[in-house]
């Protein structure tokens, strides 16, 4: 039986000191967001693995690939730069961006240097990404500790945060909250969280009123 599922390709441009590991675990990153968007992965383009011609010239191997697969979507790992994102959008191609796995180990070291509290029970939130039929498309573990707030998507830790700094920007939301990859603003007394420029949440009420209690 032929998929369901709409098909995407994804685009990953590497660092050239990346190692076989960090690209196996980037890969996965791309085909688990598009699992969690409902997408079929056809094809991964990697700049580094292509030829010199297609190397320098991603957009036009990035439209050659979705076409032959009937997609108009990109999956990519880590945030696109402007003229990158402004390519995309002249060429009509959807792009979904995943934070980069590799990027958020050192927070993983925060996070464990952090001290914890005696008998302290860590707190989580869940804030979900819903479409307009209702069903979530993804989700963010907020974890509240004696001294952090962490951000998790599936297994990959996003941010870590100063408690207290997080505290006191919900208290006074008048400004927007940025920390490293991730942003936390209010418009129109609407809570919003984006990760790596393009992932929106938007959080409801009942979330907002969590973590206003528990951080």
Not at 27 to 43: K, N, P, T, Y
Not at 84 to 106: H, K, N, Q, S
Not at 167 to 177: E, F, G, N
Not at 191 to 210: E, K, M, N, Q, W
Request: hydrophobic share 45%; glycine share 4%.
């Amino acid at each position: 039986m032929a998929s369901l599922r709409s098909t995407a390709v994804g685009y990953l441009a590497l660092p050239g000191t990346c190692d076989d590991r960090s690209r196996r675990v980037r890969r996965a990153a791309l085909h688990s967001c598009a699992e969690v968007e409902g997408l079929e992965l056809a094809q991964v383009y990697e700049p580094a693995l292509a030829g010199p011609g297609k190397a320098n010239d991603p957009l036009a191997t990035l439209e050659a690939l979705a076409s032959s697969c009937q997609a108009r979507t990109v999956v990519t790992v880590g945030a696109l730069d402007a003229p990158m994102m402004e390519m995309f959008r002249r060429a009509e191609l959807r792009v979904i961006t995943v934070p980069d796995p590799a990027r958020c180990c050192r927070h993983r070291e925060i996070r464990a240097a952090a001290q914890i509290e005696p008998g302290h029970s860590p707190e989580q939130v869940e804030i979900e990404r819903i479409n307009q039929w209702g069903h979530v498309l993804a989700s963010v573990h907020v974890t509240i500790e004696a001294t952090t707030v962490t951000l998790n998507i599936i297994d990959w830790t996003v941010v870590v945060l100063d408690r207290a700094t997080f505290r006191a920007w919900l208290q006074q939301p008048d400004h927007v909250l940025t920390v490293d990859h991730v942003q936390w603003s209010r418009t129109d007394d609407h809570f919003h969280l984006r990760i790596d420029g393009s992932c929106l949440y938007t959080l409801s009420a009942i979330t907002v009123a969590r973590l206003y209690n528990l951080v």
